[in-house]
């Protein structure tokens, strides 16, 4: 069983798109204040991908090692095993002040990104917009949420979208 742990220092590459260099420009590009991050990469079968990722602040503090994998790429295999059509986990941690929401339509990957979020009602904004801009309507989309939330909040998600899972 592999260890995870949170990084939202992350971008996905076709498979066989590029090589192991051509992955570490792709993620310079995209995190240039992280030139000097160690960058790693796994493969992600279900949807012919790589992830290619970094720890957040490796290189100044302490991060984990090289047999813990990103959450994200955790979050990416349980999207593959829902059975629903829309596929749709919201990962928010308030304590991070981070929300990392993964979406898929079938088998089709649309989108594994991570947001700032200062609080619940802008992780859900950011979903819905995310929802609306890919043309699926939440009243059809069950949400597998991840993280800590209060009845307020469940009931304030819950009037946009079809239901609620709870993950752990």
């Not at 990469?41 to 990103?70: C, D, K, M, N």
């Not at 990104?113 to 939440?138: G, R």
């Amino acid at each position: 069983m592999a260890d995870y742990s949170p990084t939202s220092l992350f971008t996905l590459v076709p498979e066989g798109f590029a090589d192991r260099k051509n992955q570490e420009n792709i993620f310079c590009t995209l995190f240039p204040a992280e030139k000097d991050a160690e960058v790693f990469s796994v493969a992600v079968p279900q949807y012919s991908a790589v992830l290619v990722y970094s720890w957040e602040g490796s290189g100044r503090s302490i991060s984990p090692s090289s047999g813990v994998l990103p959450t994200v790429f955790r979050h990416l295999k349980d999207l593959a095993a829902i059975k629903d059509h829309n596929k749709l986990i919201l990962d928010f941690d308030i304590d991070r002040k981070k929300t990392c929401i993964l979406l898929a339509e079938g088998d089709r990957l649309i989108t594994a990104n991570s947001y700032h979020t200062v609080d619940f009602p802008t992780a859900v904004y950011y979903m819905l917009e995310l929802l609306n801009k890919s043309q699926i309507n939440p009243q059809q989309t069950t949400v597998n949420l991840i993280g800590r939330t209060d009845d307020s909040q469940l009931q304030m998600l819950r009037s946009y979208i079809k239901d609620i899972k709870i993950c752990m």
